[in-house]
């Protein structure tokens, strides 16, 4: 069966801290080490009040020091908002202080608003533009130093930190295939090109020093229950938080409600409803069967996990019930392949 991961924004839910998301990202990523997830991924969000994650690479060292074995990375950096230089020296440090645990996951997307995006870019259409080229020039500041390397990164040279490319479209894609790089495609709240996507990439995959065939991970929103009412109940949270998003009135991430009835329009219904089409919400069993048809369809290699959940308790049963899925599933795995 497929790996599991977990992929976090460091939510700060209304009446916490940053310290208090920060320190439950952590817990968190204890929890999905426990429970035999490969990959604990943080994502690169900036001047978004519920979210805790900018400084993305001190939040890595931050779980990774709290953790022993789980692998730790990015998903993603927002490249264009910096220098490939910088992430080059950020990561070689941090694979420098946790050997064999880190991954670098680079999205060419602002990570936040115009305005936001204006500031820490400075020039933003160059910054965009020019993503292939960044990430070319990130692989090789990673790499063992050449002969006539000018520019060398100190850490990071020869780190050799593996990286990913992620999307939500066809371009990162195409980038990922042509450079043979693992691709991880953001399912969870863009579902509209995800098999396209995936497509493109197999057919245009081409074996490099860093991978020899295509490998997809896919990633989903998920919140595990004990039965389906609780979990849909759970899920409230996550679509306030996307009615907010849409209605550019972002906050801290909301507790649950008994009903979304009220608190959004049709269309914004309609938009929720969309961006989480491969949701997987549920009791156990629903768990079980919507990842296996998930899983079956895609062709995935890895699966990631993002669980938008108000409360610490359940959000840490939801990563303990999505583990037992995973190991069901893989069981009978194993069962038909005998």
């Known amino acids: 069966m497929i790996p599991f991961s977990i992929l976090d924004l460091s939510p700060i839910t209304q009446g916490s801290t940053v310290s208090q998301a920060l320190a439950n990202s952590r817990r968190l990523a204890q929890e999905a080490e426990a429970q035999g997830y490969k990959r604990f991924w943080l994502a690169e969000h900036h001047g978004m ?3 805790a994650s900018a400084a993305t690479s001190i939040v890595i ?8 074995t789980i ?7 927002m490249l264009p908002n910096h220098s490939p230089l910088v992430i080059a020296e950020q990561f070689g440090t941090l694979a420098a202080l946790y050997p064999g645990r880190i991954d670098l996951g680079l999205g ?3 990570g936040t608003d115009m305005r936001t995006a204006a500031a820490l870019r400075r020039n933003m259409e160059a910054s965009a533009n020019n993503f292939p080229n960044d990430v070319v020039e990130l692989q090789a500041l990673l790499a063992p130093v050449g002969e006539s390397q000018g520019l060398i990164a100190i ?5 050799n930190v593996p990286i990913w490319l992620l999307g939500s479209s066809h371009f990162s894609a195409h980038l990922a295939g042509m450079l043979g790089l693992p691709f991880a495609f953001a399912s969870h ?3 509209d090109m995800l098999m396209s996507a995936l497509e493109i990439y197999r057919e245009r995959f081409e074996p490099s020093e860093y991978l020899d065939q295509p490998h ?11 039965t389906d009412k609780e979990a849909d109940y759970l899920f409230t949270s996550m679509q306030q938080s996307f009615v907010a998003l849409r209605r550019n009135a972002r906050g801290q991430f909301p507790p649950p409600v008994d009903s979304m009835d009220g608190l959004w329009h049709e269309s914004e219904k309609a938009f929720v409803d969309q961006a989480m089409t491969y949701a997987v919400v549920g009791g156990p069993e629903a768990v079980e069967k919507k990842l296996k048809t998930f899983i079956r369809n895609t062709g995935a ?19 303990r019930l999505f583990a037992d899925a995973q190991k069901k599933l893989a069981a009978a795995d194993g069962r038909d392949a005998a």
């Open 49 to 51: 009040k519920g979210i």
């Open 61 to 68: 060292s931050h779980v990774a020091a709290g953790t022993n």
């Open 71 to 77: 692998r730790v990375g990015s998903g993603g950096i």
């Open 108 to 110: 060419r997307a602002p």
């Open 155 to 159: 850490p990071g040279a020869d780190s």
């Open 189 to 191: 709240f863009a579902p």
């Open 216 to 226: 997809a991970m896919v990633g989903i929103m998920g919140v595990a229950a004990d």
């Open 301 to 319: 290699d890895e699966l990631i996990v993002s669980m938008p959940i108000f409360d610490m308790d359940a959000r840490l049963k939801s990563v």
